[in-house]
């Protein structure tokens, strides 16, 4: 939720904590994840270049509640920073976007407001530059 990294280079959600996705998640013939039964679609190796961070983290999400957290740890040459980030709300997957675009077909639906990931990255972003200031 509070990162997007698994519909890397869709224009729908937002991006979130700039995470690297594990490996173990992805498919090395095309770069998609499927995890947990849940495939989506994206090659995600693209933001793994990019990536920051590890986040390692749980979600949960229910009809009208939803909440992400985890922690926060730089990768190995990018700006520091090492946290713990809990949200909790009461937007659960009832609440999504009015605007959002379709999901594309037997990819797993956004499940949730792009909210989320644009918090998590506010927040990463808050706390990188305290961190290296």
Known sequence: MLSTS?????GYPSAGIPQVTPSRWINPSN?????DG??????VRPCNATAEVTFAHKTGLVVRAGGDAG???????????NYIIVVQSHLGNRYVDP??????SG?????YTQKFGQLGLAIDQI??????S
């Open 6 to 10: 698994n519909w890397c280079g869709r």
């Open 107 to 111: 990819v797993y639906p956004v499940a």
């Open 127 to 132: 706390v990188t530059a305290h961190h290296n």
């Open 99 to 104: 605007h959002r675009p379709a999901d594309p």
């Open 71 to 81: 922690i926060v740890h730089s990768l190995p040459g990018k700006p520091g920073r």
């Open 38 to 43: 849940r495939y989506y679609g994206r090659d």
């Open 31 to 35: 770069g998609t994840v499927t995890a």
